[in-house]
């Protein structure tokens, strides 16, 4: 039988060879880039994720805390309250707590104080409730007709120093309702800030310290001009009636639903900030931040309050720049750590393009209006 003998070319075998080698290393290294991209390097997954910093920013962790200084306050007597409040700030009592106000004011602290505690909750549809809640006492400062029509534009000025960078006076002045943060100066910056004032925000903090000083009289915009502060501590309540009695335009407490409400997105932002920078587990964001202290700023509250009263909102002096100061007014240049301002930012931009995402704020079925941010 005949053998019939094939002829292989050593070339062409050579160069099957070199593919084999070639596809097959490329393979490995395809392979060892794919497991480092979706091993090492992939982040959490987002859903389960999500799910854990809502339930961790609902956590109030301080209180207990506010409990028991609440009730605290609510069994002792208004003098002796009053002498240890001012104690730790002066040795004399503030020109504007007297003997003749005393009598009138303990039931009247009393009271607010256990109205704001009890409406301490989680309850977003707050956010429906504003217009009834603080637009009249605005109206009414200013001699407008009572109703609940939302302001068509609302200017909210802070008081970064990057006001400085751009003459935003005009066009602030130009809205119907302009806020401002913490008693901040306006004379001598009205061509970058303007010069109208519609409604103070503050923190008690600033009332406490400002209540005791003659050149401050609680109101420093005019007696006239409308105030609406939120709580940081439920002994500044005493600073509150002291200064309500010598405020002609009246001085508001925020809703403590709305205060909860805020406290939950902006710990929910920082928690969210905080793992997407570190990849550790957020039960480890206390460990870097003091949970007892931690507090949304007062102009993120105040963009909040203009969301719930406002059909159109601007926002200037949001952000800060390396050659601009923190507050355009002081030489103050550090951030204070009680905030976590680099969240507070994140949550503008939600705020601003997709508020439908921001949680606990959906929640609420509150329509967002136009929210614009200047630089």
Request: with cysteine.
């Amino acid at each position: 039988m005949a053998v019939k003998i094939i002829s292989v070319d050593p070339t062409a075998r050579m160069k099957r060879s070199l593919r084999v080698r070639i596809t097959l290393f490329l393979l490995i290294a395809i392979t060892t880039i794919l497991l480092r991209c979706f091993i090492s390097e992939s982040p959490p997954p987002f859903i389960p994720l999500n799910s854990n910093l809502l339930q961790l920013a609902a956590i109030d962790t301080g209180d207990a805390e506010l409990r028991k200084e609440t009730q605290a306050l609510l069994d002792s007597s208004f003098r002796s309250v009053l002498a240890a409040r001012y104690r730790s700030i002066s040795h004399s009592q503030p020109h504007s707590i007297g003997s003749p106000i005393e009598s009138r004011a303990q039931p009247a602290f009393r009271r607010y104080l256990r109205q704001w505690y009890l409406n301490k909750r989680y309850q977003p549809g707050v956010m429906s409730d504003l217009l009834r809640l603080v637009k009249p006492h605005i109206d009414h400062a200013f001699g407008y007709p009572n109703n609940t029509t939302p302001y068509a534009s609302c200017a909210v000025v802070g008081n970064s120093g990057i006001l400085l960078n751009s003459n935003h006076g005009d066009l602030i002045d130009s809205h119907d309702l302009v806020i401002r943060l913490n008693f901040a100066s306006i004379a001598g910056y009205r061509t970058y800030v303007g010069g109208k004032t519609s409604l103070a925000f503050i923190n008690s903090n600033v009332l406490h310290l400002c209540a005791r000083r003659r050149g401050c009289f609680c109101h420093p915009y005019g007696e006239f001009v409308p105030t609406i502060m939120y709580i940081c501590q439920a002994a500044h309540f005493v600073d509150y009636v002291a200064c309500n009695a010598s405020h002609k335009a009246g001085l508001l407490v925020t809703d403590a639903r709305f205060d909860v409400l805020c406290a939950r997105i902006a710990k929910y932002y920082s928690l969210k900030r905080f793992v997407e920078e570190t990849r550790r587990s957020p039960e480890e964001w206390g460990k870097m931040r003091d949970e007892r202290m931690f507090h949304y700023s007062s102009g993120m509250q105040a963009v909040m309050l203009a969301v719930g009263l406002c059909d159109r909102v601007s926002v200037f002096g949001y952000g800060k720049a390396a050659d601009a100061k923190h507050h355009y007014y002081t030489s103050q240049k550090a951030e204070l750590d009680l905030h976590d301002y680099e969240a507070e930012y994140e949550f503008y931009g939600d705020l601003g393009a997709r508020p439908e995402v921001i949680p606990f704020l959906k929640d609420s079925g509150f329509k967002v209006p136009p929210v614009l941010f200047y630089g």
